[in-house]
């Protein structure tokens, strides 16, 4: 059965930072294309970034400005999202997702999804 277990969410203040971890128990975890999104309360969920099999290509939505980096472990079956510089509109749960083709930008590209981990950026 598949599963996707994130972890590293938590409370912090404007500034600060979170490593976040997706853990995945997919047999072939290197033939899958990554991505992490979010959703806020009362809005849809939204693309903040994604990374190829090898870790070599990674795409980050506009509102990154270069304080995220999408990372994974292969031999470890993991992903991290490190978050600097958080917003209070970083504010939302954050989920990790899986899937064997393109997978882009969309929710609906994805397959394999974990429950998510909150993320609170206070002001």
């Known amino acids: 059965q598949v599963q996707l277990v994130e972890s590293g969410g938590g409370l912090v203040q404007t500034g600060g930072s979170l490593r976040l971890s997706c853990a995945a128990s997919l047999r072939t975890f290197s033939f899958y294309l990554m991505g992490w999104f979010r959703q806020a309360p009362g809005k849809e969920r939204e693309f903040v970034a994604r990374?190829?099999?090898?870790?070599?290509?990674?795409y980050y939505a506009d509102f990154v400005k270069g304080r995220f980096t999408i990372s994974r472990d292969n031999a470890k079956n993991t992903v991290y999202l490190q978050m600097n510089s958080l917003e209070p509109e970083d504010t939302a749960v954050y989920y990790c997702a899986a899937d064997l083709t393109s997978g882009f930008t969309d929710p609906k590209g994805y397959t394999y999804w974990g429950q998510g981990t909150q993320v609170t950026v206070s002001s």
């Open positions: 990374i190829g099999r090898s870790g070599a290509n990674t």
